[in-house]
Protein backbone atom coordinates (compact mmCIF):
# COMPACT_ATOMS: atom_id res chain seq x y z
CA UNK A 1 0.00 0.00 0.00
CA UNK A 2 1.37 3.25 -0.98
CA UNK A 3 2.16 5.93 2.24
CA UNK A 4 1.31 9.06 1.38
CA UNK A 5 3.26 11.63 3.36
CA UNK A 6 1.37 14.45 5.23
CA UNK A 7 2.63 17.83 6.75
CA UNK A 8 0.72 20.95 8.31
CA UNK A 9 2.11 24.58 8.35
CA UNK A 10 -0.05 26.65 10.23
CA UNK A 11 -0.66 29.97 9.86
CA UNK A 12 -3.02 31.42 12.78
CA UNK A 13 -3.61 30.69 16.41
CA UNK A 14 -7.16 30.34 16.20
CA UNK A 15 -10.31 27.36 16.12
CA UNK A 16 -10.84 27.49 12.70
CA UNK A 17 -7.12 27.39 11.76
CA UNK A 18 -5.87 27.49 7.71
CA UNK A 19 -2.93 24.73 7.21
CA UNK A 20 -1.77 23.14 3.91
CA UNK A 21 -1.45 19.14 3.42
CA UNK A 22 1.58 17.91 0.93
CA UNK A 23 0.41 14.78 -1.13
CA UNK A 24 2.96 11.60 -1.73
CA UNK A 25 3.27 13.69 -5.36
CA UNK A 26 4.52 16.44 -3.40
CA UNK A 27 1.18 18.93 -4.63
CA UNK A 28 0.80 21.20 -1.86
CA UNK A 29 -3.31 21.69 -0.74
CA UNK A 30 -5.43 24.49 0.86
CA UNK A 31 -6.96 23.15 4.57
CA UNK A 32 -9.01 24.12 7.23
CA UNK A 33 -8.97 22.83 10.31
CA UNK A 34 -11.91 23.45 12.93
CA UNK A 35 -10.59 22.73 16.61
CA UNK A 36 -13.41 22.31 18.89
CA UNK A 37 -12.85 23.77 22.45
CA UNK A 38 -14.65 20.93 23.82
CA UNK A 39 -13.17 17.27 24.49
CA UNK A 40 -13.40 15.90 21.09
CA UNK A 41 -15.30 12.84 20.22
CA UNK A 42 -14.71 12.22 16.91
CA UNK A 43 -12.82 13.66 13.62
CA UNK A 44 -14.60 14.85 10.00
CA UNK A 45 -13.02 14.81 6.50
CA UNK A 46 -14.93 17.41 4.70
CA UNK A 47 -14.10 16.47 0.96
CA UNK A 48 -16.21 18.68 -1.39
CA UNK A 49 -18.68 18.30 -4.23
CA UNK A 50 -17.76 18.81 -8.03
CA UNK A 51 -16.85 22.28 -8.60
CA UNK A 52 -17.29 23.09 -4.78
CA UNK A 53 -15.02 25.21 -3.05
CA UNK A 54 -13.87 24.00 0.64
CA UNK A 55 -14.94 27.51 1.89
CA UNK A 56 -18.82 26.34 0.98
CA UNK A 57 -19.01 23.63 4.13
CA UNK A 58 -17.48 26.47 6.58
CA UNK A 59 -21.35 27.04 8.87
CA UNK A 60 -21.33 23.47 8.67
CA UNK A 61 -17.48 22.64 9.85
CA UNK A 62 -18.36 25.35 12.57
CA UNK A 63 -21.48 24.00 14.09
CA UNK A 64 -19.73 20.66 14.04
CA UNK A 65 -17.00 22.25 15.66
CA UNK A 66 -18.77 23.60 18.33
CA UNK A 67 -20.18 20.52 19.59
CA UNK A 68 -16.90 18.59 20.03
CA UNK A 69 -16.03 17.30 16.35
CA UNK A 70 -13.00 18.50 15.02
CA UNK A 71 -13.16 18.94 10.95
CA UNK A 72 -10.68 18.81 9.01
CA UNK A 73 -11.62 20.23 4.88
CA UNK A 74 -9.59 20.94 1.86
CA UNK A 75 -9.37 22.01 -1.47
CA UNK A 76 -8.78 19.67 -4.39
CA UNK A 77 -6.00 20.64 -6.75
CA UNK A 78 -6.96 22.88 -9.10
CA UNK A 79 -9.38 24.01 -7.17
CA UNK A 80 -10.03 26.91 -4.63
CA UNK A 81 -7.36 28.06 -2.68
CA UNK A 82 -5.27 25.04 -3.99
CA UNK A 83 -5.24 26.52 -7.68
CA UNK A 84 -1.31 27.69 -8.25
CA UNK A 85 -1.58 31.56 -9.13
CA UNK A 86 -0.22 31.37 -12.75
CA UNK A 87 -3.54 28.87 -12.94
CA UNK A 88 -5.85 31.86 -11.67
CA UNK A 89 -6.97 32.97 -15.26
CA UNK A 90 -7.27 29.89 -16.88
CA UNK A 91 -6.77 26.20 -16.37
CA UNK A 92 -4.77 25.16 -19.78
CA UNK A 93 -2.18 22.81 -19.17
CA UNK A 94 -3.54 22.04 -15.51
CA UNK A 95 -2.73 18.49 -14.97
CA UNK A 96 -5.44 16.77 -12.52
CA UNK A 97 -7.88 13.77 -13.03
CA UNK A 98 -10.50 12.49 -10.68
CA UNK A 99 -8.48 10.16 -9.21
CA UNK A 100 -5.79 12.16 -8.50
CA UNK A 101 -8.57 13.47 -6.40
CA UNK A 102 -9.48 10.24 -4.83
CA UNK A 103 -5.70 8.69 -4.16
CA UNK A 104 -3.32 11.41 -3.47
CA UNK A 105 -5.83 14.70 -2.18
CA UNK A 106 -8.39 12.70 -0.23
CA UNK A 107 -6.16 10.18 0.75
CA UNK A 108 -3.52 13.05 1.90
CA UNK A 109 -6.65 14.38 4.13
CA UNK A 110 -7.91 11.12 5.83
CA UNK A 111 -3.85 10.34 7.00
CA UNK A 112 -3.88 13.90 8.25
CA UNK A 113 -7.09 13.75 10.10
CA UNK A 114 -5.58 10.66 11.78
CA UNK A 115 -2.15 12.17 12.46
CA UNK A 116 -4.42 15.25 13.91
CA UNK A 117 -6.73 13.44 15.76
CA UNK A 118 -5.63 9.73 16.77
CA UNK A 119 -7.62 8.84 19.76
CA UNK A 120 -11.04 8.69 18.03
CA UNK A 121 -13.40 8.06 15.69
CA UNK A 122 -12.18 9.10 11.80
CA UNK A 123 -15.90 10.03 9.72
CA UNK A 124 -16.48 11.40 6.52
CA UNK A 125 -19.31 13.85 5.59
CA UNK A 126 -19.28 13.65 1.62
CA UNK A 127 -21.15 15.74 -0.36
CA UNK A 128 -21.94 14.67 -3.81
CA UNK A 129 -18.56 13.77 -5.44
CA UNK A 130 -17.39 13.70 -1.66
CA UNK A 131 -19.14 10.84 -0.66
CA UNK A 132 -18.18 8.50 -4.59
CA UNK A 133 -14.77 8.81 -4.34
CA UNK A 134 -13.84 6.74 -0.94
CA UNK A 135 -13.74 3.34 -2.48
CA UNK A 136 -10.90 4.80 -4.77
CA UNK A 137 -8.85 6.17 -1.51
CA UNK A 138 -5.91 4.16 -1.35
CA UNK A 139 -6.59 4.05 2.32
CA UNK A 140 -9.92 3.53 2.84
CA UNK A 141 -9.61 1.51 5.92
CA UNK A 142 -8.85 4.30 7.88
CA UNK A 143 -12.37 5.73 8.16
CA UNK A 144 -14.60 4.46 11.01
CA UNK A 145 -17.83 5.73 9.72
CA UNK A 146 -19.18 8.14 6.58
CA UNK A 147 -22.40 10.49 6.25
CA UNK A 148 -23.39 11.17 2.56
CA UNK A 149 -25.28 13.98 1.41
CA UNK A 150 -26.76 13.76 -1.69
CA UNK A 151 -24.27 11.70 -3.11
CA UNK A 152 -25.64 9.83 -6.11
CA UNK A 153 -23.95 7.94 -9.26
CA UNK A 154 -23.92 10.86 -11.93
CA UNK A 155 -25.23 8.49 -14.30
CA UNK A 156 -27.52 10.82 -16.73
CA UNK A 157 -29.76 8.58 -17.58
CA UNK A 158 -30.77 8.04 -14.44
CA UNK A 159 -30.43 12.02 -13.09
CA UNK A 160 -33.37 14.21 -11.64
CA UNK A 161 -35.56 14.95 -14.61
CA UNK A 162 -35.11 18.34 -14.66
CA UNK A 163 -31.17 18.10 -14.82
CA UNK A 164 -31.62 14.80 -17.50
CA UNK A 165 -33.53 17.02 -20.00
CA UNK A 166 -30.43 18.91 -20.54
CA UNK A 167 -27.49 17.95 -19.44
CA UNK A 168 -27.08 14.86 -22.36
CA UNK A 169 -26.03 17.91 -24.12
CA UNK A 170 -23.49 18.59 -22.47
CA UNK A 171 -21.45 15.23 -21.78
CA UNK A 172 -22.03 14.69 -25.74
CA UNK A 173 -21.70 17.66 -27.20
CA UNK A 174 -20.48 21.12 -25.26
CA UNK A 175 -17.61 19.12 -23.00
CA UNK A 176 -16.02 17.96 -26.20
CA UNK A 177 -16.32 21.04 -28.11
CA UNK A 178 -15.89 23.61 -24.79
CA UNK A 179 -12.56 21.66 -23.81
CA UNK A 180 -11.18 21.58 -26.87
CA UNK A 181 -11.44 25.13 -27.37
CA UNK A 182 -10.48 26.41 -24.05
CA UNK A 183 -7.86 23.57 -23.27
CA UNK A 184 -10.31 22.91 -20.09
CA UNK A 185 -13.54 23.66 -19.24
CA UNK A 186 -14.68 26.81 -18.63
CA UNK A 187 -17.64 26.31 -16.37
CA UNK A 188 -17.72 30.02 -14.75
CA UNK A 189 -18.73 31.54 -18.48
CA UNK A 190 -20.72 29.04 -18.96
CA UNK A 191 -22.71 29.20 -15.22
CA UNK A 192 -21.86 25.33 -14.92
CA UNK A 193 -20.66 23.50 -12.26
CA UNK A 194 -17.70 25.92 -12.37
CA UNK A 195 -13.36 25.33 -14.35
CA UNK A 196 -12.59 22.53 -13.88
CA UNK A 197 -8.99 20.71 -15.71
CA UNK A 198 -9.39 19.29 -18.67
CA UNK A 199 -8.24 15.66 -17.02
CA UNK A 200 -11.50 15.97 -14.63
CA UNK A 201 -13.91 17.17 -16.65
CA UNK A 202 -13.27 14.47 -19.63
CA UNK A 203 -12.93 11.25 -17.10
CA UNK A 204 -16.04 12.71 -15.22
CA UNK A 205 -17.90 13.02 -18.54
CA UNK A 206 -17.05 8.83 -19.41
CA UNK A 207 -18.95 8.08 -15.97
CA UNK A 208 -21.26 10.45 -16.40
CA UNK A 209 -22.19 8.42 -20.02
CA UNK A 210 -21.97 5.18 -18.36
CA UNK A 211 -24.61 3.13 -15.92
CA UNK A 212 -21.23 1.53 -14.57
CA UNK A 213 -19.99 5.22 -13.59
CA UNK A 214 -16.07 4.34 -12.79
CA UNK A 215 -14.72 3.48 -15.64
CA UNK A 216 -11.65 3.49 -17.29
CA UNK A 217 -10.72 5.79 -20.18
CA UNK A 218 -11.68 2.73 -22.65
CA UNK A 219 -15.11 2.81 -20.90
CA UNK A 220 -15.03 -0.64 -18.83
CA UNK A 221 -15.92 -0.82 -15.26
CA UNK A 222 -13.13 -0.03 -12.92
CA UNK A 223 -12.45 -2.25 -9.91
CA UNK A 224 -12.86 0.09 -7.17
CA UNK A 225 -12.80 -0.73 -3.32
CA UNK A 226 -16.15 0.41 -2.46
CA UNK A 227 -17.24 -3.47 -1.86
CA UNK A 228 -14.71 -3.81 0.58
CA UNK A 229 -15.31 -1.17 2.95
CA UNK A 230 -17.03 -2.36 6.09
CA UNK A 231 -18.53 0.57 7.79
CA UNK A 232 -21.97 2.27 8.69
CA UNK A 233 -22.98 4.81 6.31
CA UNK A 234 -25.95 7.56 6.66
CA UNK A 235 -27.00 8.51 3.21
CA UNK A 236 -29.23 11.62 3.38
CA UNK A 237 -30.97 12.45 0.21
CA UNK A 238 -33.59 14.62 -0.68
CA UNK A 239 -36.80 14.61 -2.54
CA UNK A 240 -36.11 17.87 -4.50
CA UNK A 241 -32.86 17.38 -5.35
CA UNK A 242 -32.70 18.62 -8.92
CA UNK A 243 -29.42 16.64 -9.72
CA UNK A 244 -29.54 13.67 -7.81
CA UNK A 245 -32.53 11.07 -8.58
CA UNK A 246 -33.54 8.51 -5.61
CA UNK A 247 -32.34 5.89 -8.47
CA UNK A 248 -28.96 7.51 -8.52
CA UNK A 249 -28.81 7.35 -4.88
CA UNK A 250 -29.73 4.03 -4.68
CA UNK A 251 -27.00 3.14 -7.64
CA UNK A 252 -24.24 4.82 -5.64
CA UNK A 253 -24.84 3.47 -2.36
CA UNK A 254 -24.91 -0.45 -3.94
CA UNK A 255 -21.46 -0.31 -4.47
CA UNK A 256 -20.71 -0.28 -0.91
CA UNK A 257 -22.58 -3.78 -1.29
CA UNK A 258 -20.48 -4.87 2.89
CA UNK A 259 -21.81 -1.46 4.49
CA UNK A 260 -24.34 -0.87 7.00
CA UNK A 261 -26.37 1.24 5.09
CA UNK A 262 -29.17 3.48 6.65
CA UNK A 263 -30.64 6.19 3.79
CA UNK A 264 -32.76 8.72 5.20
CA UNK A 265 -34.58 10.34 2.03
CA UNK A 266 -36.17 13.63 3.30
CA UNK A 267 -39.27 16.09 2.25
CA UNK A 268 -38.16 19.67 2.81
CA UNK A 269 -41.65 19.39 4.77
CA UNK A 270 -40.38 16.83 7.41
CA UNK A 271 -37.60 19.94 8.38
CA UNK A 272 -40.72 23.11 7.65
CA UNK A 273 -38.80 24.00 4.63
CA UNK A 274 -39.99 25.07 1.06
CA UNK A 275 -36.70 23.51 -0.48
CA UNK A 276 -33.67 21.58 0.16
CA UNK A 277 -32.04 20.45 -3.13
CA UNK A 278 -28.75 19.41 -4.16
CA UNK A 279 -26.99 22.15 -1.70
CA UNK A 280 -29.17 23.33 0.68
CA UNK A 281 -28.31 20.90 4.04
CA UNK A 282 -25.05 23.21 3.94
CA UNK A 283 -27.48 26.36 4.77
CA UNK A 284 -27.32 27.36 7.80
CA UNK A 285 -31.58 27.08 8.28
CA UNK A 286 -30.47 23.77 8.78
CA UNK A 287 -28.91 24.02 11.56
CA UNK A 288 -31.53 22.73 14.29
CA UNK A 289 -33.11 20.17 11.90
CA UNK A 290 -31.08 18.73 9.45
CA UNK A 291 -27.66 19.81 11.16
CA UNK A 292 -28.78 18.10 14.60
CA UNK A 293 -29.58 14.79 12.71
CA UNK A 294 -25.97 14.42 11.38
CA UNK A 295 -24.51 15.61 14.70
CA UNK A 296 -26.53 12.81 16.74
CA UNK A 297 -25.65 10.25 13.78
CA UNK A 298 -21.67 11.30 14.02
CA UNK A 299 -21.34 11.05 17.54
CA UNK A 300 -23.34 8.06 18.24
CA UNK A 301 -23.33 5.83 14.82
CA UNK A 302 -23.16 2.06 14.87
CA UNK A 303 -20.11 0.52 15.48
CA UNK A 304 -17.61 -0.64 12.65
CA UNK A 305 -18.05 -4.04 12.16
CA UNK A 306 -14.61 -6.07 12.28
CA UNK A 307 -13.01 -6.94 8.84
Known amino acids: ??????????????????????????????????TPQLPVTAVVVMPAAMGVKQSFYVPFAEFLAEHGVAVLSFDYRGMGESLPDQYRHSLRGFDATIIDWAEQDYNAALL?????????????????????????VLDHHLIDGMMTIA??????RENAPQLKRFVWLMWYFLVPLYTR?????PGKKMRKVGDLPKGVICQWARWCKSPHYFVDESGLPMQTNHGKM??????????????????NIDSMHSFYSNAQVEKRHIHPKEVDARRIGHFGFFRPQFRHTLWQQALHWLTTMPAKPAN
Request: net charge positive.
Open 1 to 34: MKFCAVFFRETMNANQLPTTLTTADNTVLAAMRF
Open 112 to 136: AAKAWQPDVPLMVVGHSLGGQLPGL
Open 151 to 156: SGSGYW
Open 181 to 185: LWGYF
Open 230 to 247: RLPILAMSFTDDEMMSRR
